[in-house]
């Protein structure tokens, strides 16, 4: 019997051993709160605010109207400074258009002038290329037969009747001059038809032509600048058009909850004075409650993002699975600024922990149980079965 007790005793020792190892291994958050992010809720408008009764920590849907904003002194300022804001920009338009259209005309006279120019350039090149035909017929009758015919190139002039061409040198240079100026008027008269103008002492493009290709230019840089002042003229004849709707109601806006939550603190009072984008409401998403935990460092250093872990509010025996959103270490006030629960001392002193619970959303007693507390888990331990009744 005596050894009996003995073995008994030395089981219950080791059983107990392995309990304060194992728990004192496990990790677990020293506080665990259920918080939520906060949206702000702001004045549209300025003026003077007016807000309904609500009590602080109902509950709201999206949509609600939180507060109504009503500015009996509508500024007409705004919109006429809109209205010669609109009409500078439909005058500058007018200008550009008025601008394009001048220069399209002008572009137009110089197309003309340019055509005109070639009908008259062709003309005079055939006259000059019928008399250089007649002197050189009058030179050698053979060597005229022997020119090809308009339009051919000039290299098919008759080389061979020089060779039976005799007489003094003089004549023979008149000859051969006679037969250049044949040969370059041709060259000319085929160069016009295509608009090329050949010859000495100008371009290969008459100044009505040069001109209509910088004019090209500047209607392609007219039109791009139309376009972009069409542009302007639109947005701000909207701007005028909504300036115009704000005024018709009076000067009176609702501000509307954006999530379904709780009506988290009352940030402006009814009959103050707001101006426009102040913050007049915070309200809690309950769509997306979170918890948030501090740990010991020894056990922080064993956490990863991702990692499974289990939550149980205080006085409830369902423990929920969640995974760890964010590590956000020691000190972390700011991460806290868009969380409707403030961490306290303590906890900042210790090391931050966010951790997702699906779970909680669809808990009807939990679902936005904003500022219950709880403890978190980390890791099995042997004692797991009692963490659903302590």
Request: hydrophobic share 45%; charged share 20%.
């Amino acid at each position: 019997m005596r050894y009996l007790k003995a073995a008994v005793g030395i089981v219950v020792l080791l059983v107990a051993v392995w309990i304060i190892i194992g728990e004192q291994l496990t990790g677990a958050s020293a506080d665990a709160t259920i918080n939520a992010p906060v949206t702000l809720a702001r004045a549209p408008i300025g003026g003077t605010l007016s807000v309904p009764e609500r009590q602080i920590g109902s509950s709201v849907v999206s949509n609600d109207v939180l507060a109504t904003v009503s500015d009996e002194t509508v500024d007409h300022t705004r919109l006429a400074d809109l209205r010669m804001e609109l009409g500078l920009e439909k005058a500058a338009l007018a200008h550009l258009q008025a601008e394009a259209a001048e220069l399209r005309s002008f572009h137009e006279r110089l197309r003309q002038r340019t055509a005109a120019y070639q009908a008259g350039r062709i003309q005079t090149l055939t006259l000059e290329l019928n008399f250089a035909r007649e002197r050189l017929a009058l030179l050698s009758p053979a060597a005229a037969k022997a020119l090809p015919a308009p339009g051919a190139p000039a290299s098919a002039t008759g080389k061979d009747s020089a060779a039976g061409t005799a007489g003094s040198v003089a004549d023979r240079i008149a000859l051969n001059r006679a037969k250049e100026s044949v040969a370059v008027l041709q060259e000319a008269l085929a160069a016009a038809r295509k608009g090329t103008y050949l010859g000495d002492g100008y371009n290969d493009a008459p100044y009505s032509e040069q001109q209509t290709l910088l004019l090209d230019r500047n209607l392609d840089d007219l039109k791009a600048r139309e376009a972009a002042q069409k542009q302007r003229v639109a947005v701000v004849a909207a701007r005028l058009k909504q300036g115009m709707g704000d005024a018709q109601i009076g000067g009176t806006r609702d501000i509307l909850a954006h999530v379904d939550g709780i009506y988290w603190q009352e940030l402006a009072h009814n009959g103050g004075y707001v101006n426009r984008g102040d913050p007049v409401a915070r309200v809690a998403d309950c769509d997306r409650v979170l918890v948030t935990a501090s740990v010991p460092e020894i056990t922080y250093q064993r956490l990863h993002r991702g990692q499974k872990v289990t939550f149980r509010a205080l006085g409830e025996n369902r423990v929920f699975d969640g995974y760890i959103l964010r590590l956000a270490g020691t000190g972390a006030a700011t991460v806290y600024e868009g969380l409707a629960v403030a961490p306290s001392r303590r906890h900042l002193e210790r090391f931050d922990v966010a951790i997702a619970v699906p779970g909680l959303v669809a808990d009807p007693d939990l679902q936005c149980a904003i500022g219950r507390t709880g403890r978190v888990f980390f890791d099995t331990s042997p004692l797991d079965f009692l963490h659903s009744i302590f």
